[in-house]
T-cell receptor, first 115, second 113 residues
Framework: GQQLNQSPQSMFIQEGEDVSMNCTSSSIFNTWLWYKQDPGEGPVLLIALYKAGELTSNGRLTAQFGITRKDSFLNISASIPSDVGIYFCAGPSYAGGTSYGKLTFGQGTILTVHP | NAGVTQTPKFQVLKTGQSMTLQCAQDMNHEYMSWYRQDPGMGLRLIHYSVGAGITDQGEVPNGYNVSRSTTEDFPLRLLSAAPSQTSVYFC????????????FGSGTRLTVV
């Protein structure tokens, strides 16, 4: 089946630093999604990318859809303590009659921000 | 709106016991699914449903059953709990047109001893 490899697995940074993480796939995705999971909660969608080469921002977050459609990147600028959590990339694929029926998730990047 | 509601939040089972994890959504979403989260493995799809009366298997369906009698509810049944089913379980829903914008519940942490 499809697999997403996410790196790094964990990051320990100082408040104010920028963060970069990426996700690669062995197969093509037509959509890339980035989720954040706070401790004890379910994942929440941060950014969705729908076109190869697309660069999308959401506040201090910027994500890019790789031109090969096999990778995606997420950057967080000027990190703050509330950025702590687990960040997941995900790619939807066909299931149940819709192109977005099944999400394949990366392993996650655990982000720790020291004040 | 409450969104996606999961109960219970925590559960401890003995090996061989059965139980049902409840999931309800009030957004009239057609699509609902169950994922399990294990350390270092992301979330893996167990079962999904595209509407009342229609369910299908995901990546890791063994040991789990689902049914969808209404649009709102999608319970997950563990038939005979095993230690390998110790995990955090998430229910999620989305409209069919949403292009992947799932809403997740807050999870059920299950321990099987």
């Amino acid at each position: 089946g499809q697999q997403l490899n996410q790196s790094p697995q964990s990051m320990f940074i100082q408040e104010g630093e920028d963060v970069s993480m990426n996700c690669t796939s062995s197969s093509i995705f037509n959509t890339w999604l980035w989720y954040k999971q706070d401790p004890g909660e379910g994942p929440v969608l941060l950014i969705a990318l729908y076109k190869a080469g697309e660069l999308t921002s959401n506040g201090r977050l910027t994500a890019q859809f790789g031109i090969t459609r096999k990778d995606s990147f997420l950057n967080i600028s000027a990190s703050i303590p509330s950025d702590v959590g687990i960040y997941f990339c995900a790619g939807p694929s066909y299931a149940g009659g819709t192109s977005y029926g099944k999400l394949t998730f990366g392993q996650g990047t655990i982000l720790t921000v020291h004040p | 709106n409450a969104g996606v509601t999961q109960t219970p939040k925590f559960q401890v089972l003995k090996t061989g016991q059965s139980m049902t994890l409840q999931c309800a959504q009030d957004m009239n979403h057609e699509y609902m699914s169950w994922y399990r989260q294990d350390p270092g493995m992301g979330l893996r799809l167990i079962h999904y449903s595209v509407g009342a009366g229609i369910t299908d298997q995901g990546e890791v369906p063994n040991g789990y059953n689902v049914s969808r009698s209404t649009t709102e509810d999608f319970p997950l049944r563990l038939l005979s709990a095993a230690p390998s089913q110790t995990s955090v379980y998430f229910c999620a829903s989305t409209p069919l047109w949403s292009a992947g914008g799932y809403t997740f519940g807050s999870g059920t942490r299950l321990t099987v001893v």
